[in-house]
């Protein structure tokens, strides 16, 4: 079926280290894609989108882009603060269908 | 800014009671969702909403039901709380036009003892 998979966590760096989160998705179509963020006592908010191949999402200096090719939406960004600390989850949906959610991983940003 | 309140951050509540979990938004948004989080599985939707007095199942509906009276408002209900039901419950919403890009609140961690 559908599905989205996502890096297992939890994941720990340093402050100013670079950072990927992979994510993999699976889908008979063109799915749309997203990575949602939440913050510790927080509910979720999206992050970035990519709605079509070779889309780049930006945002607080993440990126991700749509990789048809290798059905990815892996998450960077080049130097990670203290404040990234959170639960990163990667998202898909295809046409009416609901949005289908990775398992989450949980990222720690060390001083 | 978009904002989703729900009605406690925490909730302990004994087996076999009736639970209404409620949510409301103030942004006028059609679509509504309710979630349940739990480690290793990430979201899974339970119910959903996309106009006042209609609802439509999600992934895991069974021990659940919902109500939607009104517009900015949206209620989960556990007919007879289990323990397995103790989890996070999120609720979102969403604008026409932009089903897939949901807010969502701060969420509901209820306990079933």
């Known amino acids: 079926g559908n599905s989205v998979t996502q890096m297992e966590g939890p994941v720990t760096l340093s402050e100013e280290a670079f950072l990927t989160i992979n994510c993999t998705y699976t889908a008979t179509g063109y799915p749309s894609l997203f990575w949602y963020v939440q913050y510790p006592g927080e509910g979720l908010q999206l992050l970035l989108k990519a709605t079509k191949a070779d889309d780049k999402g930006s945002n607080k200096g993440f990126e991700a882009t749509y990789r048809k090719e290798t059905t990815s939406f892996h998450l960077e960004k080049g130097s990670v603060q203290v404040s990234d600390s959170a639960v990163y989850f990667c998202?898909?949906?295809?046409?009416?269908?609901?949005?289908?959610f990775g398992t989450g991983t949980r990222l720690t940003i060390i001083p | 800014d978009v904002k989703v309140t729900q009605s406690s951050r925490y909730l302990v509540k004994r087996t076999g009671e009736k639970v209404f979990l409620e949510c409301v938004q103030d942004?006028?948004?059609?679509?509504m969702f309710w979630y349940r989080q739990d480690p290793g599985l990430g979201l899974r939707l339970i119910y959903f909403?996309?106009?006042?007095?209609?609802?439509e199942k999600g992934d895991i509906p069974e021990g659940y039901s919902v109500s939607r009276e009104k517009k900015e408002r949206f209620s989960l209900i556990l007919e007879s709380a289990s323990t397995n039901q103790t989890s996070m419950y999120l609720c979102?919403?969403?604008?026409?036009?932009?089903?897939?890009?949901?807010?969502f609140g701060p969420g509901t961690r209820l306990t079933v003892t």
């Open positions: 979102a919403s969403s604008p026409p036009g932009a089903r897939y890009e949901q807010y």
């Open positions: 942004m006028d948004h059609e679509n």
């Open positions: 998202a898909r949906n295809f046409g009416n269908e609901k949005l289908t």
């Open positions: 909403s996309y106009d006042v007095k209609m609802k």
